[in-house]
């Protein structure tokens, strides 16, 4: 271990006593005797794990690895954290929430539950990421007030954001984004360069096209590439729009075909 516990102690919530940590050799952390946060015993801390400033580890959860937690940071419950994940801020993580790799948490992101966390994920701003088997991996990004629960899985280079909650069984993966008021549920899958705002609880029509790729948002709106317009204006500007972006003309008719496909789609649902 690179640290001792000293007799600086304070009470947090529910009683719990927690104790200073001090530095017993000069590493990235600071030099020997700098002084840290705070934990309840020599069990929640171990490696070359650091608690610093106001940032508290208790009850039985464990911080290892060359893990850093700082700030107001709060580790509590059985949760653990290890590699070179970071928790700064007001991040809260607990039950018993397995955090690795190189992920970072940060502003005032919550995970709890059976969450895991792993690879270079990063959870920011109000997110929450809970449930009983939730997993976010790779390099994933959540944030804003997006919230991640259930046996939801977020992946590859996706991104969720917004006021977007994706649960049940849902997965979103690929560089897929979720945003704004999304509801992602069931066995949805989002992937590929899909960006979605609406609710679902089947998967929506998603097809990688030779050019751009093509997706149903939300109800009665299409996304091809970054352009997002109603269905309705879709197929009134298809050609324009499609030669503005210097479409060939079997392309143009090739993405039309899709968004007849979407506008019978639409009309069954």
Not at 111 to 137: K, L, M, W
Request: charged share 20%; proline share 0%.
């Amino acid at each position: 271990m690179i640290y001792k516990l000293t007799d600086n102690a304070k009470e947090i919530l529910g009683g719990t006593i927690v104790y200073q940590v001090e530095l017993t050799e000069d590493c990235i952390y600071g030099e020997i005797g700098t002084l840290g946060g705070y934990i309840q015993s020599e069990e929640n801390l171990s490696g070359n794990a650091w608690v610093s400033e106001d940032a508290v580890v208790y009850g039985d959860a464990v911080v290892y690895g060359d893990a850093q937690i700082c700030d107001n940071a709060v580790v509590r419950g059985n949760a653990e954290v290890r590699g070179d994940t970071l928790l700064c801020h007001n991040v809260v993580v607990q039950g018993n929430a397995r955090i690795s790799g190189n992920t970072r948490i940060y502003d005032n992101a919550k995970v709890y539950g059976n969450a895991v966390v792993f690879n270079n994920v990063v959870i920011y701003g109000n997110a929450r990421v809970f449930g009983d088997s939730v997993t976010c991996f790779d390099d994933a990004v959540i944030y804003g007030d997006a919230t991640i629960f259930g046996n939801a899985q977020v992946s590859g280079n996706a991104k969720v954001s917004g006021n977007a909650e994706v649960y049940g069984d849902a997965n979103i993966y690929g560089s897929a984004r979720v945003k704004g008021d999304a509801k992602i549920s069931g066995d949805v899958r989002i992937h590929g360069d899909s960006i979605v705002s609406g609710t679902f609880e089947t998967t929506p029509l998603q097809i990688q096209g030779s050019r751009h790729f093509f997706n149903i948002s939300k109800q009665n709106e299409i996304t091809i590439g970054c352009h997002v317009f109603s269905i309705d204006h879709w197929l009134e500007n298809y050609e324009n729009l499609g030669k503005l972006a210097g479409y060939t003309e079997s392309q143009v008719r090739e993405y039309k075909s899709y968004i007849d496909l979407a506008k019978l789609l639409s009309n069954i649902n």
